[in-house]
């Protein structure tokens, strides 16, 4: 975390990529407990994800990661059950033990982030598509949409601003 | 999308931030104290003989209890802008705080005849209290609110509402300059109300703004 705050990419890729799955695990069980099928918990790690992300001048270096990263993933799985109907609260423990436990397969999908990429500007959400669907890097997208890298970077800087709100707002 | 494809972006964002909360705190309320106390000095003006009066005890009481609940609701409000942030020891502070108002009261309650209670209750000008603190918290809940959205509070409710205590307690200590009633009763009443209502306002703002 430290190098990522530094601005070391690699190691920030490799962070988030070893924290995903812990985040997963976490959420689904938060799912499970709720009787929520566990499989829907993606949107619960990818909206974690984009917190940690955005706050992440918010850790304390001088303090352990784990409570930080449990905090935020908490704080998101209470928004994602607030927002969910009240069917969530029928009892299907017995379904449960009759539904197959596995983990589905990777790559795990969202859906709630591409639903808000359609609330964001037309030049915004082509940045945002390019970097993820599409895999490209900043230098790449920038000469695709014919902008400077930099601009790329501000207006990705802004989607994912842009996006984390419409996350929270959902939750209000 | 899947979620490797969304860490992708995210490694893309490399704008780094920095934690610059302790300060942007500060200048907030700063920034927001400035116009509080202009319109209390050169609107409202001081009251006659603040100089003298200030070493008296009515007014230390009132100075120690708006400022040091400003200063609790302020430390609690940036420790618990971190989503792992603790509260410490500041409740105690803010219980401190309490305890000093209500000796204030009782020794007021001793030494004043039953019969002046209600009047020093009541005071010379308790609405304008009442509707003066919390106008002049304005700009400072504002300017601290502006700043808490760098931060990610696990409670936005409770954080905006320290915020509103914070920039009450400012405003109120300013708004005692002007102030003509010293009694520990009007203090508990009046101010604590129009503190109390900031709170109220920093609450149900930071339920909306300092969502994140």
Redesign the interface.
């Given at each position: 975390m430290q190098a990522g705050l530094a601005g070391d990419a690699a190691a920030y890729r490799r962070l988030l990529e070893a924290l995903t799955p812990v985040l997963r695990a976490r959420a689904r069980r938060g799912f499970q407990r709720a009787g929520l099928p566990p499989a829907e918990a993606e949107d619960v790690v990818q909206e974690a994800l984009l917190a940690i992300h955005l706050k992440r001048h918010s850790w304390d270096s001088a303090r352990p990661l784990g409570p930080w990263l449990a905090a935020i993933l908490r704080h998101k799985l209470v928004d994602a059950l607030r927002r969910r109907p009240a069917a969530a609260h029928v009892p299907i423990d017995d379904l449960l033990e009759i539904l197959p436990a596995e983990a589905p397969p990777e790559p795990v999908r969202g859906h709630e982030l591409d639903r808000l990429l359609a609330q964001l500007g037309a030049r915004q959400r082509d940045i945002v598509q390019a970097l993820t669907v599409e895999g490209l890097s900043a230098r790449e997208a920038a000469q695709r949409l014919r902008m400077s890298e930099g601009a790329v970077r501000v207006a990705l800087h802004r989607a994912l601003k842009t996006l984390a709100l419409l996350t929270g707002r959902q939750a209000a | 999308?899947?979620?490797?494809?969304?860490?992708?972006?995210?490694?893309?964002?490399?704008?780094?931030?920095?934690?610059?909360?302790p300060a942007a705190l500060r200048i907030g309320l700063a920034a927001g104290a400035v116009p509080a106390a202009l319109a209390v000095l050169l609107w409202l003006g001081p009251r006659a003989g603040l100089l003298a009066l200030l070493p008296t005890a009515p007014l230390l009481l009132k100075f120690a209890t708006t400022l040091g609940l400003a200063l609790c609701a302020l430390a609690l409000t940036l420790r618990l802008?971190?989503?792992?942030g603790t509260p410490g020891a500041w409740p105690w502070g803010l219980a401190t705080v309490a305890l000093l108002l209500a000796g204030g009261v009782a020794l007021e309650l001793a030494l004043a005849p039953a019969a002046e209670w209600g009047a020093r209750l009541r005071g010379q000008n308790a609405l304008a209290c009442l509707i003066l603190v919390p106008l002049l918290a304005l700009p400072p809940l504002a300017g601290l609110l502006l700043a808490l959205r760098?931060?990610?509070p696990?409670r936005p409710g409770l954080s905006g509402t320290l915020a509103g205590l914070a920039a009450g307690g400012v405003a109120a200590a300013l708004y005692a300059l002007h102030c003509v009633d010293d009694s520990p009763l009007f203090l508990a009443m009046w101010y604590g109300l129009g503190i109390g209502f900031t709170g109220l306002l920093g609450g149900l703002a930071g339920?909306?703004w300092l969502?994140?």
């Open positions: - | 999308m899947n979620t490797t494809e969304l860490i992708n972006a995210l490694v893309q964002d490399q704008a780094a931030p920095r934690w610059r909360l802008a971190r989503p792992d760098q931060g990610a696990r339920r909306i969502r994140w």
